[in-house]
C-alpha cells in the first residue's frame, strides 16, 4: 500500500455526527471485490436525491475542494456496519486521511490497512480546521511528528505506533509478513535442524 509521511492539501468540511459506512458507501455497492470505482458512490446520500438527480452544491463535489486529500469529519465517523469497501470508497475519493474528534473502531483499523490515517482531535479543534476549510487555508497532517497545522494552529494527535510504523513504511498486515520472511526462514531451519520429524524428516 502506499506510505504516508505528510499531507499538505485543502480540505472537506463534512462534521456530520454519527456518519456510519452506510453513508459512506451504500451496501448496494458491496458486491464488488476490487478497491477502484467505489468513488464515484461514496456518501452518493448526500451527492444525489433519491430520484438519482444530482446535490449540486454538496462539498464532495463543489470545485472548491477539488483535490482534497483531507476529510474532516464528526464524531463517530465510520460508525455501523464493518466493511472494508468504506474506506475504499475514501482512498479512490482520493482522501489520504480523515480527522474527527472519534471513530469507530473497526472501521479506523480497516483504514490503516488500506493506507488511510485516522486522526482524533478534541471537538474545539475540528470546529476550527473546519472553519480554516471552510476559509481555504490549506491543512498539513504531518504523522511523523503527528501534528495538523493550518495556519498558525498546530495541534498534535495521539496514534497506535504498530499502526504509525506500518503507514511509514507503506506495509499492510501482509506486507509486513513478507518483509518477515527471511527471519521467517531462518526460523523454519533452525527448528527443521532441532526437530527435522515435524518437517518430514527422519528422527
Same mark, same amino acid.
Given at each position: 500500500?502506499?506510505?504516508?509521511?505528510?499531507v499538505t492539501?485543502?480540505?472537506?468540511?463534512?462534521?456530520?455526527?454519527n456518519?456510519?459506512?452506510d453513508?459512506?458507501?451504500?451496501a448496494?455497492h458491496?458486491?464488488?471485490?476490487?478497491?477502484s470505482?467505489?468513488?464515484?458512490?461514496?456518501?452518493?446520500t448526500v451527492?444525489?436525491?433519491?430520484?438519482g438527480t444530482?446535490?449540486?452544491d454538496?462539498v464532495?463535489?463543489?470545485p472548491k475542494?477539488?483535490?482534497s486529500?483531507?476529510l474532516?469529519?464528526?464524531?463517530?465517523?465510520?460508525c455501523g456496519?464493518?466493511?472494508?469497501h468504506?474506506?475504499?470508497?475514501?482512498?479512490?475519493?482520493?482522501?489520504?486521511? $480523515?480527522? @474527527?474528534p472519534?471513530?469507530?473502531?473497526? *472501521?479506523?483499523? &480497516?483504514? +490503516?490497512k488500506?493506507g488511510? %490515517?485516522?486522526?482524533t #482531535?478534541?471537538?474545539?479543534?475540528?470546529?476550527a480546521?473546519v472553519?480554516?476549510?471552510?476559509g481555504g487555508?490549506?491543512i498539513?497532517?504531518d504523522?511523523?511528528d503527528?501534528? $495538523?497545522? @493550518?495556519?498558525?494552529?498546530?495541534?498534535t *494527535?495521539e496514534? &497506535?505506533? +504498530?499502526?504509525k510504523?506500518m %503507514?511509514?513504511e507503506? #506495509?499492510?498486515?501482509?506486507?509486513?509478513?513478507?518483509?518477515?520472511?527471511?527471519?521467517?526462514?531462518s526460523?523454519?531451519?533452525?527448528?527443521?535442524?532441532?526437530?527435522p520429524w515435524?518437517?518430514?524428516?527422519?528422527?
Amino acid at each position: 500500500m502506499r506510505a504516508f509521511t505528510k499531507v499538505t492539501a485543502k480540505a472537506v468540511p463534512f462534521p456530520r455526527m454519527n456518519v456510519d459506512t452506510d453513508i459512506i458507501v451504500p451496501a448496494k455497492h458491496l458486491k464488488t471485490i476490487t478497491r477502484s470505482g467505489l468513488g464515484k458512490h461514496a456518501f452518493e446520500t448526500v451527492r444525489y436525491r433519491a430520484d438519482g438527480t444530482h446535490i449540486a452544491d454538496n462539498v464532495f463535489d463543489s470545485p472548491k475542494y477539488a483535490g482534497s486529500e483531507i476529510l474532516i469529519a464528526g464524531r463517530n465517523f465510520g460508525c455501523g456496519s464493518s466493511r472494508e469497501h468504506a474506506p475504499w470508497a475514501l482512498a479512490d475519493m482520493g482522501f489520504r486521511t $480523515v480527522l @474527527a474528534p472519534g471513530f469507530a473502531d473497526i *472501521f479506523a483499523g &480497516n483504514c +490503516v490497512k488500506n493506507g488511510i %490515517l485516522t486522526v482524533t #482531535l478534541k471537538q474545539e479543534e475540528i470546529d476550527a480546521l473546519v472553519l480554516a476549510a471552510e476559509g481555504g487555508v490549506a491543512i498539513t497532517v504531518d504523522l511523523e511528528d503527528q501534528s $495538523v497545522t @493550518a495556519g498558525n494552529a498546530r495541534y498534535t *494527535f495521539e496514534f &497506535n505506533p +504498530v499502526h504509525k510504523k506500518m %503507514l511509514l513504511e507503506g #506495509l499492510d498486515e501482509i506486507g509486513q509478513t513478507l518483509a518477515a520472511s527471511p527471519a521467517i526462514k531462518s526460523y523454519e531451519a533452525k527448528q527443521a535442524a532441532m526437530t527435522p520429524w515435524l518437517f518430514g524428516g527422519n528422527a
